[in-house]
């Protein structure tokens, strides 16, 4: 096919990441404007373009005379429903198309206001997240982790596959890609330990994931179907579910991780648009047990997109260390959905749902270093010789994100955290 | 010591929940004004006390020229702090005690448009919860459940007497008092099943639990400790964590409990603040084992709120089922919100910690219908004869709290709620 291709030169690059085709959405501010306060955008190749000012200049008001892009959170927007994400989708192609509405590019003061370098913007978390909930859908990452938890005759957990298993995770420290954060403190016991201690841990480490973002809920009380289930999905972002092995460990008995996790979650700045990641559908691997019907997928429910993640020590340059695809999941993100809203749980527009850790079946597909490292037994030697079990204070995790089509791809950009040091406090 | 008494009568009724030295906070609309906006007040005796009115009248203003009141929660007023919490209670002490200030007392425009008779009062959610984490400090109720669920010799996890294990909720699902909710449907599998089903669950349960509200929080990376988590605790609400026993036992291992407790959490419509149970302090129970120093209370830091469970069938009448105490809890609220931010999660104003289920330690004190029934094998007969193991459709669970003085008492009301038929769902 002829690709369409966009007056913004720079979205026309070969493997840019934000080409016409992906339009993803985010939430900016201007780094000349510190005070400005955030607004939303979509990002058309080295630019972002100010959504509230397109909304002020009447080329597009979703919300109708309620405007919704004068926002630092993308909210508003997503709660007006699927059909609004269409037609804003529609119309923001063709006003950026080679060939389309003239009405921004031919306005020389409008594109002035409008369009904005990303070189000179600042990111911010893209939406609310109303609850943030994280799964297990990676059947390589589960049957890994569960051989170190647990042994191999129980690495599995029995309900494993007949449901997306889940837990609800901490919102309140969902965190903009570039946030840097500190390691954690927590109670650690070793097995030989007679006691726990109080300390910073020592095995901290990243779960490469997706995220799904929940557009428009559900009432309190109506479950939804699969189908229901992926038109309530607005998006989706780059995920790093943060995590304290040795909290983790001691801690997650009978009741699942709990600090272990809470400290900090990463995503994206760019979420990208279920209707952008539409060609790169693909099918759940084949059904090891078969499902109940309420989890059927009515068609190819995965998507392809490929991932890898970067470790850079301080002042150090970065060695890619993991090498996978969101196509290694088991279940899809509207499963799980459907699987959350099954006992009536309301569901609510900036629900953020993780797809859990995703790891491929080779060594360098793993997507932790706990897998990576295999319990820290094997550390990792990055270039210029560093070596790594778990992270090391200064060390700056990189995950990136795209569906690759021929000669363009859909991308998240980065999603990248950086560790500071333990804070200082013991009681 | 001779108690204040309030020039309106009935809060000094012999026992009334809401005497002057209670002035508890909630959000209500008027009955027949039903599109009024909610609005915040507090409870005196059977009045409620717009707080909204009171503001826009000059006698009250907390947040200065910005309203904190006129809301339909009482979030913008808790995010003021401590402070402004304890000026609050002292001016409203003195706009309504006998002898005290005169301007609402003798403005009988204000009065009429100000005090609203209870019975003429619909009670809405207080606040906007943030995040919901639920607890599980019952030392009597942990062994009881982890009896039934791992056997004695697992009865108690190994870290159970070293933190305050719990794990995060569902906020979209915490409801007010008096709100009805559907049974859940969910995955069921008995122990010789090859494989679950889906079905309305059968093991429908309550769980009698006390929730402390954060009135401020602390910022991400930032520890606090127990001393100054107390200072972070606006007050305390009575908490049915609705529980689904055959959904739990299948879905929790490893990650903790999910869709088994996601579809419903009732809390009465009255916060009770820490300032009004400041008199009913008690101590936790001597530690079985030493904590680590970030836990250790300065001083009493349960308090002795006495508690019971009334069950009644559909059109039938309320037996009182159990009686217990939060004095019955071994970790205090401020241990449980100091362990939430040891890791460095930031907490937030509106997030609700659930105490865990209370139960005392004998049959009749217990917190739940799995440990009052033991397990379902031992049903209870309620008043007219009707048998019990688990809640049927069209039960109704209330639950009442109120911390007892000498002829005076501070009051919760009630936490009420009845069950409804599940959906008819298939997928």
């Known amino acids: 096919m002829s690709l369409e291709q966009s007056w913004v030169e720079s979205a026309n690059a070969r493997d840019h990441d934000f080409p016409i085709q992906n339009l993803p959405y985010g939430v900016f501010s201007p ?59 529609a119309r923001l192609t063709d006003l950026l198309r ?50 170190m938890f647990r042994g191999p005759e129980n690495a599995l957990p029995p309900n494993w596959l007949h449901m997306p298993i889940g837990y609800n995770g901490r919102a309140s420290t969902v965190v903009v890609s570039g946030t840097e954060l500190r390691r954690p403190l927590g109670q650690l016991k070793g097995p030989d330990d007679a006691a726990p ?37 607005f998006g989706h972002v780059l995920l790093n579910d943060w995590s304290a092995r040795d909290i983790q460990v001691w801690e997650y008995q009978p009741l699942g991780p709990f600090q272990a996790k809470a400290f900090a979650t990463t995503i994206s700045p760019w979420v990208v648009t279920r209707a952008a990641l539409e060609p790169f559908r ?4 084949p059904r090891e047990k078969p499902l109940l019907p309420y989890l059927h997928e009515p068609g190819p429910m995965l998507h392809d997109v490929r991932l890898e993640v970067a470790l850079a020590p301080e002042g ?13 999941l088991y279940y899809s993100s509207a499963q799980q959905l459907a699987h959350h809203a099954l006992c009536g749980c309301a569901m609510q527009t900036g629900d953020l749902l993780g797809s859990g850790t995703i790891s491929g079946p080779e060594r360098d597909s793993f997507g932790s270093l706990l897998e990576l490292t295999w319990g820290g037994k ?38 990248a955290g950086r560790i500071l040091p333990a804070p200082d406090f013991a009681g």
């Open 31 to 89: 780094l000349d404007r510190p005070d400005a306060p955030p607004r939303c955008c979509v990002a058309i190749g080295d630019m972002a373009l100010d959504l509230a000012a397109i909304e002020e200049a009447g080329l597009l008001r979703p919300g109708g005379a309620r405007g919704v892009f004068a926002a630092p959170a993308l909210n508003d927007f997503m709660a007006l429903g699927p059909a609004a994400w269409e037609a804003a989708r």
């Open 98 to 147: 080679e060939g389309g509405a003239r009405d921004l590019r031919d306005d020389a003061a409008l594109r002035a206001r409008a369009l904005v370098p990303l070189s000179r913007a600042r990111m911010h978390l893209p939406f609310r997240v109303a609850g943030y909930t994280d799964f297990y859908a990676g059947r390589q990452h589960a049957w890994n982790v569960g051989v």
């Open 197 to 233: 201690r109080l300390g910073p841990s020592e095995r901290l480490d990243f779960e490469l994931e997706m995220g799904a973002v929940v557009g428009v809920g559900n009432p309190m009380g109506r479950p939804v179907s699969v189908s229901e289930a992926d038109e309530m999905i």
């Open 282 to 285: 693909a099918p759940s691997p």
């Open 316 to 328: 150090g340059e970065e060695t890619v260390i993991s090498r996978t695809s969101s196509r290694e």
């Open 378 to 415: 094997e550390p990792l030697t990055l270039k210029g010789g560093a070596r790594r079990a778990f992270l090391q204070d200064g060390d700056a995790v990189v995950m990136r994100g795209w569906a690759q089509g021929e000669g363009w791809r859909v991308g998240f950009g980065e999603c």
